[in-house]
């Protein structure tokens, strides 16, 4: 148990810093057409692209993965900044580069696999450690990926630390009441660099 309370201080003190990395995310929003907000990808370190231009296989690559300084490389037009921006303004940025070599080029930029989306799970759950978050995944389906609890674990307390908008936010989950159906609700969707503590 001092351990686990170790790690539980440890992770709070080092959430509560200011980190630039807590606070960037993967998903953007912008309004659509009615004024409503809808989520775009943003592309991030790690993420692997597949980029086609259309007749132009010279110009297109299957797999290019989104180097730690957030560059990809690409046939002619050496290294462009990757990280921080959507699929479809780096279509765009690709496009308008090879107009120089190639006539009217049609690109497209699809991400192959988000793995720049990660979360993290700590405590008294078999495999602790991070995890990609390749899809839509709940705290629940987060501790079977980890394998389950320990027969230390306090499935009471459980806290998930997140960063939205810039500010730190703790969501306390009751694990027995969720699977119990008293508290449904609490059994949120991870986010990118999510960090879950079981104490």
């Not at 980890?146 to 674990?153: D, I, K, L, R």
Request: hydrophobic share 40%.
């Amino acid at each position: 148990m001092k351990k686990t309370t170790g790690i539980l201080l440890i992770v709070i003190f080092l959430f509560m810093l200011p980190n630039p990395s807590f606070s960037q995310s993967n998903t953007t929003k912008i309004p659509n057409k009615n004024g409503a907000s809808s989520e775009i990808y943003i592309i991030g370190s790690g993420d692997i692209l597949e980029i086609v231009t259309w007749r132009e296989p010279d110009f297109s690559r299957e797999e290019i993965i989104v180097r730690l300084d957030g560059k990809i490389s690409f046939p002619l037009i050496d290294d462009l900044v990757a990280a921080g921006r959507t699929p479809t303004q780096l279509k765009f940025e690709i496009q308008n580069r090879l107009g120089k070599f190639v006539s009217d080029p049609n690109v497209t930029v699809t991400v192959r696999s988000a793995a720049s989306k990660r979360f993290y799970i700590l405590g008294e759950v078999t495999e602790t450690g991070e995890y990609p978050l390749t899809k839509k995944l709940t705290v629940l389906q987060a501790f079977a990926i980890a394998g389950g609890f320990t027969e230390w674990a306090s499935k009471k307390e459980i806290l998930v630390f997140r960063t939205e908008n810039g500010q730190n936010k703790v969501i306390r989950v009751n694990y027995k009441k969720i699977v119990k159906g008293e508290d449904a609700d609490l059994n949120v969707l991870l986010k990118p660099d999510d960090t879950i503590v079981v104490p």
